[in-house]
């Protein structure tokens, strides 16, 4: 019984995380509670670039489970070397407490993997994978304490 408990309350956290609800019922996405800059410029990739690639471009939502903390990845620009990515996320709702944040972060492009990459500070590492339906990414966050893997949704 305390199991079933432990478990319908784990699931509602987690939906609380992915969505607000508002007294009137609206349902505000995830994004809504993510800091994003007003200065966006997403530039068209070129028309050679691999559709893999050019895939990346846009905007991308998800929610991070060690912190419930939602995320959105802004791909501004893309070429087979380098992107151009802002990088976003909402209050930490877990054990730590963390204010929203929003920086944009020079990225490689792992040709071979046709992934992007870049890093925060010294050891935080984010990896972007492209899914086959190209409606999300896998994005892979590794610190020295862990690696954490989630599916992120293309919104824009």
């Known amino acids: 019984m305390k199991t079933t408990r432990f478990f319908l309350l784990f699931v509602l ?4 995380a992915l969505y607000n609800v508002c007294e009137a019922g609206e349902i505000i996405p995830v ?8 200065d966006i410029s997403i530039i068209s990739p070129d028309k050679t ?5 050019a895939a990346f471009s846009g905007s991308w939502e998800g929610v991070w489970s060690d912190y419930a903390t939602a995320t959105v990845l802004i791909v501004e620009e893309i070429n087979t070397e380098s992107a151009k990515v802002i990088y976003c996320l909402g209050e930490s709702m877990g054990l730590y ?6 920086e944009r ?7 071979d993997n046709l992934q992007i990459a870049f890093q925060v500070g010294e050891t935080l590492h984010y990896t972007f994978s492209m899914e086959k339906n190209f409606n999300q990414i896998k994005a892979t966050k590794k610190s020295p304490l862990d ?4 599916l992120m949704d293309k919104i824009q």
């Open 147 to 150: 690696v954490i893997e989630i």
């Open 105 to 111: 972060y020079p990225a490689k492009v792992l040709l």
């Open 31 to 38: 994004n809504a509670k993510v800091p994003i800059p007003n």
């Open 49 to 53: 670039l691999p559709k893999e690639l």
């Open 97 to 102: 407490s963390m204010p929203p944040s929003c």
């Open 13 to 16: 956290l987690q939906s609380m």
